[in-house]
């Protein structure tokens, strides 16, 4: 028969999977010899059952447990219920991965009428026996039956205020018994049934409590930010309560073995004299500092400190740890590896392998997240600025960093400051790709519309930039001002954002820019000996190029040709092309554009030095490129010599129902040759150019959007009858490569087709998602936050892979693509080539390389060596 | 070494995959002992081999060929070039599947100066002799070397000007010789070459041509028409020629055994004295009726007759022969199974079984094409009226049928004359779904915009209604009229449809109405007992539900319930069921509805009288049923009580960038679950009143749309609880299954998840292959036409299932959901179902039924059954 249920003596702390964290831990303690009061540990996969069994726990589980209580009871010379010596417990809940506070817990659980006049009368506190009843009553309440803590709260201030007292330490013990009944008597007011007075009854309560808080929606959004997959379920451990409320020589509280802030090596750690666990969290009365323990209870705190050492030294990574004192003695409730933040856990990191407590893949695979690297990455406020500045409003917090300027309300105003020198930030009801030179010249983007996937957030996150999206509180007035948190900001008055919490401030704020240097870069040399995975950048200007290489990129794995067709001339240009109703026109408008192409790619050749780069081709639909406004209509009208009215004509044409699976990618390619020649000629020429002062570029060229061997192969001829003409022209001998990206479902499944004319494959993973799950980015947030909710989707599936259908796709788009060529290069450029969980999967499935912003190659150099050294099996950190 | 020529008499008429249909069938008659000019069949793969090496034919290749030469002279007795008896030969295409005109043919080929004057010289014909060398150069030239026909034409009515002649044989030999004379010499000016003067590259010339001729533009069209594959190639058939154009004594024509108009057993056939092959095609004289042939050369006609007997008993189908009579010595050209009418085709399967000629299984596997039936389905213009109907425009041929009526020029106007009785033609620029109530009450639709998948020709063809779509020369005039074809409509004019050939006429023409009776009625009952796929339809009302029934249909296998909601009071409800802030007010708006539904549900059970019923809960995007005039939002800010700005919100509120890819299908359930919940209550009332009547319907409920297992469980959720709560309520004992379409890709690759809550699949293929290829319906029409013309793609995607992509999705989800739950109920009800072609596919892996429209039925009973007798291959039919 399967176990489900375990004394913490018979487990060790490598059962993590099947005791959650906190149940393996406490065995392992129990192991070490360490003070534990002992119990034992309800398992994760009773938990799956509970759920398997439709949330409920079935009778040979519930039987189990009972004979652990049993057992419990033997261990402890307690019993449940019993007139001498009463087993009271706590009943907390410890999943695989640590999801502090996020779950819950029962204390003080096997207290009834009865019970509680023994307690009292045998510890001779009857204080302590009634406040330990009332806190449990209030507790069970909430917890397991869900009254809602507000009407126990509400009864205790009408007490304190009867009693004109402010602290509950005031209250006596008649008031508390008083409470008591007066919480059981709300009990039966809200639920219509006496309070359980049957320990047992109670304690099945609580762990069924406990499972069902799994699912509670905090948890569940934290699972999907920590990448924790809802079906590990957690355990529940029952534990013999001890006391820190028995008087002033019992205390409790908490403590990390180094700073978590800033990882220095110093014992951290609060406590309260006379208080159960939940008030040194609750900030019921302002706790004591650690140090000071030593004064008030010497041995006690002597001995915390040796367990502290050992507890590090065993775990080989900074401790976070609950302890209670009861009557002087020092009991251990709980140590975990310490949450800390990015700067604190790269200084752990090679402090710990500096004092040879750990080596270096032992630091780079268990001891650091590459998510948290991020917040390194971008400027940061500083901190004390930040204390004092004011919050005007929240909104998304789209892209990370720091920035603060000037309001400028449109693209051209951000433009024209930007380019004098002057800090900006581009406040929109949303972007367009119109915006882009001026979202460029700006320090930061601030939008009324749009989710973390919309247009400001996608590009501001790609340039690094800091942005804040879906502020649904800005209201802009006419053309020059808006207002926020009861401010009006006019163009030019100064506001800040700070992209990784949301925030809005009023005015600037001191900030400090991000390097790689010290323990960072330590690091990342300790990653880069590791990973096998290429890490590569998606840049698409040379400004860019040559920040992601400073952060260690390979190469670039996508440059999107089209951004660059928004600056200045080039627009023209491009707005001529598309209202080109002959070769012929379309021809001179492309021989314009083709100048200016070559030369983009010559910088960034440049900016890579000789690293290989990947270029798509022209990608998103032509109605982007069309002006929006009448001016810029006119314009276009006097520039190609077209009446307005035909102007119209051409637009209305251009208008598609969904842009998304309209006409663009290699389709454009398709109809319009021309388009692929002029850019293959800038490619090539632009690389025989640079290759003529010493370079060894090798280009490749990326064909997006394929559906079809025959498609690329179409396209394909264009460019390397483009190609090999000018080549042989130019007498040089240059190589080049063309491929392309595997966006659509049927190029995923007909890649062995597609892989005979294809010689690398680049996942473009936004797009095959969008297509696998049938929904556009743009769409999706009307109805994601529902399917989040309803726990539908555990996770996003445009920021991490989704492994069973996307993930699926990409396995079989490898095995086939190899298939027909062993060699075929392979990545990813999608937007998940810089998330880690992601990383890992690229690794598992054979990729060569990830691209990614070059604000995240830090991260996947981490994820990646993370994924070498772990065979590409992720786990989240606990 | 591969063979890739072969002598006729070397093969046989079961070869015709490797020989192509006519090179099988001269190797058959040849086998026959029947009068063949002998020669030889350079193989279909000798043309995937020219296509594999670049469009050259490879010198391996070229020498076999060389070799045959020799064989045929040898067996000819003649050679080519020779001053003695020089051997002329006809050089023709014949691929597997019949494609009469589509490919090319070069007749006389062995002629040059020389050659000329021994075959004048030994005829003692010179005439003839120059007749026969002016066709080979203009044919050479035209054919070979793309000079183009007219240059030559036009020298032809020079000549005939300047003799004052009226016809070609009225020219003289020297008139011939000279005009031989000046076609070379407008060959080199053309050319810039001289015309080859040697017989072996003349053939060569020739050879390649025709194997270019398999992908010209017409050749690919007829081949997307008809389901033949671009990779199975040509044959080229070498022959020695005959002559029609001795004299007198010699002629040349075609006959088919029966009326291929209306298969009546008679030999039909034309020919003409003095002429060669193409002359009776191309109508240069007027041909004579075969019978005629009796009196001018008794012999050979009645040797033909005793032929056509013997083939038609050999081949057993009705054949369509060539001949050619050289000086009264009869010689077959070529036999092969006649086109004929869909009417022709019924009775000619009857009327063979019915002979003892073939059995019922033979008759429906090899003599009837499925598509064909579809004209018979439909209205159809009495053909002599037609004749005298005058055409006013052409738009695209989008749903068949034929229809006359008033012209009304909204949908409102339409559905008022239409329930008064009178014949209506929607006159739109384009539809919307607000429009079907319209639709439903007109004879046909006609739009000036949008393509054969467009809302107007998707809804027409549900309805089995006629629809001329995309007519863009129609221009509309204020409100109440439009100009097409030089005349001014105003509402209330008539005008007709046909909705095959997508002509639009002023005024009526007399119809004649369809029923399955007699031969048609024989040829269903046939296919019935044969096929083991069931047939189900997809249809929305009772009136469609009844007539699929008429046509055969075992059950619904899609009804939308959309699409009931647009009708009378419906559309207020859903309207404020789409402005509901609150789930009271939604619940509210929902209630109205639910007795309707209900309504809808009882009827369409009754029509089907028992048979299975699914029912598909709402799937489109909600912003399609808000109102899209200021009158309609006038009246439903009336309606809620809501001001117009909010109402405007709302509608803002609702936008999509890509509706296809929102808010839409099992989302809208998981957003609003109250409306799965009323469309729960209506189907389930439904089913309990009526089996109440002594009814046993078992309601199949499908959720669309499902992407993920735990979607389908969330509405699946809200389906049960919903449906048992009533169930048990009304004391009945209903059963009723959940299922969910397969439309997305990742609900194909989870299939095995997604069985486990669902108990039948049906693949939703519209949306799947939209999917799948990354492109919308809509808006494809934009470039598809460039993926026809390059040859990128061979069919329409959304005609014919892709069976290498999207077949592959099908198949995996297949497997996966067998595999899951091997009794799994299978469909398809995406408009493929009613595709002969997707019908094979659907039965060879392992569907348990299709789902069509009404008026495909028919057509998918056929194509079942030759699925069954076939195994499911497909095979273009000769």
């Known amino acids: 028969m399967a176990k489900f249920v375990y004394l913490f003596s018979e487990g060790d702390e490598t059962m993590r999977e099947l005791l959650g964290g906190k149940g393996a831990n406490l065995a392992g303690m129990t192991k070490l010899g360490l003070p534990i009061p002992q119990g034992f540990t309800v398992s994760t996969e009773a938990c799956t059952q509970y759920y398997t069994d439709g949330e409920k726990i079935n009778d040979s589980i519930q039987a189990e447990i009972m004979q652990y209580v049993v057992k419990m009871e033997e261990i402890t010379g307690k019993k449940f219920g019993d007139n001498e010596n009463p087993l009271l417990v706590s009943v907390r809940s410890g999943s695989r991965a640590s999801m502090p506070g996020m779950m819950d817990t029962v204390l003080n659980l096997g207290l009834n009428d009865q019970v509680v006049e023994v307690i009292a009368n045998k510890s001779g506190n009857p204080r302590w026996a009634y406040d330990c009843y009332r806190r449990f009553i209030q507790m069970y309440s909430d917890v397991v039956m869900e009254v809602g803590k507000k009407y126990f709260e509400e009864l205790i201030d009408e007490m304190k205020e009867k009693k004109g ?14 409470l008591a009944n007066q919480f059981k008597a709300e009990y039966k007011a809200k639920l219509g049934a006496d309070f359980p007075t049957d320990p047992k009854e109670q304690l099945m309560g609580a762990i069924k409590a406990v499972f069902r808080s799994w699912n509670n929606e905090r948890a569940i959004y934290y699972r999907r930010m920590h990448n924790i997959p809802g079906s590990w379920g957690t355990a529940v451990n029952v534990q013999a309560m001890v006391f820190g409320n028995l008087g002033d020589t019992s205390g409790t509280g908490v403590a990390f073995t180094r700073d978590p802030a800033t990882g220095e090596k110093v014992l951290m750690g609060e406590y309260l004299i006379n208080a159960q666990g939940e008030d040194v969290v609750a900030g019921i009365r302002t706790p004591n500092t650690i140090d000071q323990l030593k004064n008030d209870l010497p041995e006690a705190y002597n001995e915390f400190v040796a367990i502290c050492n050992k507890l590090e030294n065993h775990y080989k990574d900074m401790q976070d740890m609950e302890f209670t004192i009861e009557d002087r003695k020092l009991y251990m409730l709980q140590t975990r590896s310490g949450k800390r933040t990015a700067a604190a856990s790269l200084k752990i990191a090679v402090d710990l392998v500096k004092e040879g407590m750990v080596d270096e893949k032992t630091a780079i695979s268990k001891l650091l997240d590459p998510s948290q690297l991020d917040a390194l990455l971008h400027p940061q406020f500083d901190a004390a600025a930040l204390k004092a500045a004011k919050v005007i409003g929240k909104g998304l917090a789209a892209s990370p960093g720091a920035a603060c300027g000037m309001v400028a309300l449109t693209a051209e105003k951000a433009a024209e400051w930007g380019k004098a020198g002057k800090a900006v930030i581009l406040t929109r009801l949303e972007t367009s790709p119109e915006d882009i030179e001026g979202m460029d010249f700006s320090k930061g983007i601030l939008t009324a519309r749009g989710g973390k996937t919309s247009h400001a957030a996608v590009v501001a996150r790609a340039m690094g930039k800091c942005c804040v999206s879906g502020c649904g509180e800005i209201k802009f007035k006419g053309d020059d001002s808006f207002e926020l948190g009861g401010n009006t900001y006019k163009e030019g008055d100064f506001i800040s954002l700070d992209g990784s919490t949301g925030n809005i401030y009023d005015g600037t704020i001191d900030t ?231 966006e659509i479902p049927r190029a995923a499944l007909t890649a062995d087709e597609v892989a005979q004319s294809a010689e690398f494959f680049s996942f473009g993973t936004n797009d095959l998602t969008q297509m696998t799950f049938g929904f556009s980015r743009d769409d999706a947030g009307n109805f994601l936050d529902d399917y989040y909710g309803k726990n539908i989707y555990e996770f996003d599936p445009f920021a991490r892979i989704d492994i069973n259908g996307v993930g699926k796709l990409m396995e079989l788009a490898v095995k086939l693509g190899k298939q027909t060529r062993p060699d075929i290069k392979l990545g990813i450029c999608g937007e998940h080539g810089g998330d880690p969980f992601t990383v890992m999967f690229c690794h598992k499935i054979g990729l060569d390389y990830v691209s990614c912003s070059p604000f995240r190659v830090p991260i996947a150099r981490l994820a990646a060596a993370q994924a070498a050294l772990s065979g590409g099996e992720f786990a989240a950190k606990g």
Chains 1, 2 share one sequence.
């Not at 602290?167 to 008083?178: H, I, Q, R, V």
């Not at 590569?536 to 390979?554: I, S, W």
């Not at 276009?636 to 129902?657: A, N, P, Q, V």
């Not at 842009?659 to 319009?672: F, S």
């Open 165 to 178: 007292v402010a602290l509950d330490t005031e209250l006596s013990a008649d008031d508390l018994k008083e």
């Open 512 to 742: 400090v820019d991000a390097e790689i240097t010290g323990d960072f870069d330590t690091v990342m040399k300790w990653a880069d000996q590791f990973r096998t995975l290429k890490v590569r950048t998606n840049a698409d200007t040379p400004k860019d190029a040559k920040k992601a290489v400073e952060f260690g990129a390979e190469g670039i794995g996508l440059t999107r040709t089209e951004h660059m067709f928004f600056e200045g001339d080039r627009i023209a240009a491009i707005r001529e092309m598309i209202c080109a109703e002959t070769v012929e026109q379309r021809e001179k408008a492309l021989a314009k554009l083709e100048p200016m192409q070559q030369k983009d790619f010559e910088e960034i050749y440049e900016a890579l030095g000789g690293k290989p780069v990947t270029i798509r081709f022209l990608d998103p639909p032509l109605h982007e490129f069309i002006p929006q406004d009448e001016a810029g209509l006119a314009q276009l009208s006097k520039d190609t010599g077209k009446s307005r009215e035909k102007i119209d004509e051409i637009i209305t044409s251009l208008h598609e129902f969904n842009p998304m699976m309209g006409h663009r990618g290699c389709r454009l390619a398709v109809t319009y040759p021309e388009i692929a020649a002029m850019q293959t000629r800038a490619v090539i020429k632009a690389a025989i150019a640079v290759n003529k002062k010493g370079m060894n570029v090798v280009p490749e060229i990326m064909i997006p959007l394929i559906s079809e061997k025959k498609e690329l192969d179409y396209v394909k001829s264009v460019v390397v009858e483009t190609a090999d003409k000018l080549i042989a022209e130019s007498g040089a001998s240059l190589k080049y490569m063309v491929g392309t990206m595997i």
